[in-house]
């Protein structure tokens, strides 16, 4: 009697494994890097994308110089493949919606700002009335987290800055405000400051690809201010690191109300006012183009937009809106 190969018969999965496979290498541009998120050995890897290059009668990948790229035919397989993705997703989540259960897996990309202060406590509530629920989160800036959501990694993005693509759906869930700090004993603590001498000052600010350094530069530029004739000293991939920098007398730093929400109450950071200068900005939920959301994603959609404002935390401090 003819038997299936184990691997089948315990999971047929919905979308075709090739595709994954080549979507993960076309990501990463390194088929070792594609291996250890694929949970694959290198050669494995290798062997699923010659086999979807012989299906396709065209190379998908060229490797020069030890550096990987895509060729013109990977280049137009990729959309398909990653719409392929999000259809299986959507599959998955029709599904689930059927059952009265309302089970099912989630996975959330994040920016840092929402992803440290305000995401824990929407799944807190989420999961209350949907515990049966599996949620996983994928954090990293605000294009970071739009990569996850457009390569079929992550169902729903929460971002805090301009999206700078076209491939995504936003819908404002919370305004949110940029204050800028000044440690313990600046002369600027509580006080309004012009932006003549906002300019003079040493500045730390996160990193390129930010919303929450987009969201800054936006508004100076407003204002009449560009970033680059600002006194940088130093840049830092997380705002925990750059509010560390602040309190240590670094420079000063934009950042947003709900991170510093401990260290004002605390009294180690105060809140500069800068006469001019306006820093509101929306979180936003971001979506693939296409159907809106449905099953557990569709769920977690409305619930963050009629929630959210309920279960934020509390302003505290001395943090004041401009």
């Not at 790229?69 to 999000?86: C, D, I, R």
């Not at 994040?110 to 949907?130: C, D, K, M, N, W």
């Not at 730390?204 to 006194?231: K, M, P, Q």
């Not at 929306?282 to 769920?299: I, Y």
């Amino acid at each position: 009697m003819n038997t299936l190969p184990v691997d089948i018969i315990v999971t047929i999965p919905m979308e075709n494994f090739r595709l994954k496979v080549f979507r993960t290498v076309a990501h990463h541009l390194n088929f070792r890097i594609a291996a250890e998120e694929l949970l694959l050995t290198q050669p494995a890897v290798t062997q699923q994308i010659k086999a979807l290059e012989a299906e396709l009668d065209a190379a998908l990948f060229t490797r020069a110089a030890g550096k990987v790229a895509l060729t013109a035919a990977g280049v137009a397989l990729l959309p398909f493949a990653k719409q392929l993705a999000a259809l299986a997703n959507e599959a998955r989540e029709a599904v689930a919606a059927t059952s009265t259960s309302n089970a099912g897996k989630l996975t959330l990309a994040a920016s840092q700002t929402v992803g440290q202060y305000l995401l824990p406590r929407l799944i807190a509530g989420f999961l209350a009335e949907h515990p049966k629920v599996d949620i996983a989160i994928l954090g990293g800036n605000t294009q970071q987290a739009l990569e996850a959501l457009t390569s079929g990694q992550a169902h729903l993005a929460l971002i805090e800055g301009p999206p700078m693509r076209q491939d995504v759906h936003l819908v404002p869930f919370m305004e949110d405000h940029m204050v800028c700090v000044v440690p313990a004993g600046h002369e600027w603590a509580d006080e309004e400051v012009s932006l003549a001498e906002l300019q003079q000052a040493t500045f730390v600010t996160r990193e390129i690809g930010s919303g929450s350094r987009r969201i800054v530069e936006h508004a100076l530029e407003a204002a009449g201010v560009r970033l680059r004739d600002l006194n940088i000293r130093m840049t830092f991939d997380s705002t925990e690191g750059l509010l560390s920098a602040v309190e240590a007398a670094l420079g000063i730093a934009f950042v947003s109300r709900w991170a510093v929400r401990s260290q004002l109450a605390l009294g180690t950071l105060h809140v500069a006012r800068v006469k001019g200068l306006k820093l509101a900005r929306m979180f936003s939920l971001a979506t693939g183009l296409g159907p809106e959301p449905t099953g557990v994603t569709g769920a977690f959609h409305r619930f963050v937009l009629e929630r959210a404002e309920a279960l934020a935390p509390r302003a505290t401090g001395r943090a004041k809106s401009k």
